[in-house]
């Protein structure tokens, strides 16, 4: 009996350490590692043509910068707006007839005394100017206003060294611009040899017109032009020439009263 239960002790102890050594094998063999299961390895993608594409491996999901670019609006400075230039074009009033003295009041019957031809003179174009008056003389532009009768001082031809005869006489405007007339009256007449004399002479009558401020007149024969009708310091001015026809060629001044 004693015999049957060593026999069975032993077998016992048979049984667990058969148990200790399989479960030690098996701690061994964890020990050794065993390749843990992993996810399962990248595999290349075939693109359309049976080739080997790249990786497929995702791209790291790491969202891409969100930083919203500046958004400070572009300049929106309206170009210049400035309107053209509307300066409107210069508007000059159309020039207003100044006011003239009455014909009537500056008009005179007699010819030039002494100290009525200061600033008279001859000049290069043999032509008598009046150089006296300043740029503040106002230009005569109405027949109405030079009516009337005018002291005349006339040099009979300046084209002839020799001739040195003068005239003094009353030249008289009367009629309308249309039908001018321009009267002589022949008063004293002047030479070197003489002196000053008497001129019997009748007056000589020209007809003609008035245009632009210039005064031209014929008697069928002689030509006459009156231009420069000037007023300064309440008095007007003037200078003509007369053509005799004959080459020769007079010039005299006007001034009154």
């Given at each position: 009996m004693v015999k049957k239960l060593l026999i069975a002790i032993i077998a016992a102890i048979d049984i667990a350490l058969l148990v200790l050594i399989i479960i030690g094998a098996v701690d061994a063999?964890?020990?050794a590692g065993s390749p843990e299961p992993s996810r399962p390895a990248v595999t290349q993608k075939a693109d359309d043509t049976g080739r080997p594409g790249p990786a497929t491996e995702p791209p790291a999901t790491e969202p891409p910068a969100t930083e919203p670019p500046a958004t400070e609006p572009p300049a929106t400075?309206?170009?210049?707006?400035?309107?053209?230039?509307?300066?409107?074009?210069?508007?000059?009033p159309p020039a207003t007839e100044p006011e003239y003295p009455a014909s009537k009041e500056v008009s005179v019957?007699?010819?030039?005394?002494?100290?009525d031809l200061e600033?008279?003179?001859?000049?290069?174009?043999?032509r008598l100017v009046w150089t006296g008056l300043t740029e503040n003389a106002v230009k005569i532009s109405s027949f109405k206003a030079v009516k009337g009768g005018w002291k005349c001082y006339m040099i009979e031809d300046v084209n002839d060294p020799d001739d040195d005869l003068i005239y003094f006489c009353n030249l008289n405007i009367s009629g309308s611009s249309d039908s001018a007339k321009v009267t002589i009256r022949w008063m004293y007449w002047y030479d070197g040899e003489s002196g000053l004399e008497e001129d019997e002479a009748e007056d000589y009558v020209y007809e003609g017109g008035w245009k632009s401020g210039k005064l031209t007149a014929s008697d069928g024969k002689?030509?006459?032009e009156i231009k420069s009708f000037r007023l300064e310091n309440g008095r007007e001015y003037a200078v003509g020439t007369i053509?005799?026809?004959d080459g020769a060629v007079g010039v005299f001044a006007l001034v009154r009263p």
């Open positions: 063999k964890k020990a400075e309206p170009p210049a707006t400035e309107p053209p230039a509307t300066e409107p074009p210069a508007t000059e019957d007699g010819c030039p005394e002494e100290g600033g008279l003179e001859l000049n290069d174009k043999n002689f030509e006459i053509d005799w026809g």
